[in-house]
């Protein structure tokens, strides 16, 4: 893993952007697994910003987002679709067949599960993940728990990531209890993983996802057995880091 310091979250952001940037030149047809959040909004402001400088194009770029709630649709403002077109694929040329999401209003969650499964293998899978972090050391919404989960599955969220995540709701009761989200083993056959983390707030799980035992209660601690994992983060969130 390589552990890169951050002096802010702009600088983060384009180390991030960077990165990405170099995988869309090298591989036009990259596929790109996506992450919502704070902590990518930068990331995807520095995209935009070398798409419009002609520096990268997204025509042949395919996406897979990592996860979505249950029982939004597309067009509620706080589903992930909804903030991925904000941040990013409304101002780029990604082609809308490119773009792959997880429907959280699906009837059939096993179905829709699996399809999203093999549509990444169909693909060929991920070339380059980009992650953010939970207060708690979940990745995606591999939420704490007894055992890992591979695949994509159906995951209650817990209480601290449903009070992390109200402020963008009008209240906490809007946050939806339940999301579908990619698995830890769907994460890490990704080729390349890019993890963006800022603040004081997260440094004690960034410790445990760096320096602590790789357990599923700190999902983000998987990432320690990856080949090829960019873990970007500032100066606060790694604080506590002792080696
Ligand atoms: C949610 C998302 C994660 C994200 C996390 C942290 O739980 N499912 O993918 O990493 O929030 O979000 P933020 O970056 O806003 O702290």
Known sequence: MRVIEAGSYSEMSERAAAI???QMILKPDSVLGLAT???P???YESLV???DQGIIDFDQTKTFNLDEYVGLPPTND???RYFMEE???SHVNVKSENINFLDGMTANIQGECQ???QRIEEIGGIDLQLLGMGHNGHIAFNEPAGQFVADTHLVELSQSTIDANKRFFESGNDVPRQALTMGVASI???RTIVMVVSGEEKAEAVRKAIEGSIVPEVSASVLQMHPDVYFIADSAALSLLKG
Do not use: H, P
Request: charged letters at 20%; aromatic letters at 16%.
């Open 41 to 43: 909004v930068g990331t």
């Open 37 to 39: 959040g704070s902590s």
């Open 20 to 22: 990405i940037a170099a």
């Open 49 to 51: 910003k070398k798409y």
């Open 115 to 117: 399809r999203y499964e």
């Open 87 to 89: 941040n990013l694929f």
């Open 188 to 190: 890490m056959k990704a």
């Open 78 to 80: 706080q589903s992930y």
